[in-house]
């Protein structure tokens, strides 16, 4: 499975066919590029975040064998 569309489990295509189908029926065309644009930038956020937090672990795991090398 792409990973983009991993958090959606077992949903396959028709599936997903017919949620784009509800929302273009709840929101009208006007509207889905907006939306489309609001998830794209919260994604693009979340991905930042989590990138940042991935580097400060690994600064952290990489200064705690110089503290204990201090330390003795």
């Known amino acids: 499975m792409m990973p983009f569309l ?3 489990g077992g949903l396959g295509w028709p ?3 017919v949620i784009g189908l509800v929302v273009l ?3 009208g ?3 889905l590029p907006e939306i489309a644009e609001s998830f794209g ?3 693009k956020k979340f991905r930042k975040a989590t990138r940042e937090v991935q580097d400060e ?3 952290e795991i990489d ?3 110089q503290d204990e090398e201090d330390k003795n």
Do not use: T
Request: zero cysteines; aromatic letters at 14%.
């Open 6 to 8: 991993a958090f959606f």
């Open 15 to 17: 599936e997903l066919l």
């Open 25 to 27: 029926l709840v929101f």
């Open 29 to 31: 065309p006007r509207r």
């Open 41 to 43: 930038a919260s994604i």
């Open 57 to 59: 672990v690994k600064r």
């Open 63 to 65: 200064a705690a064998p």
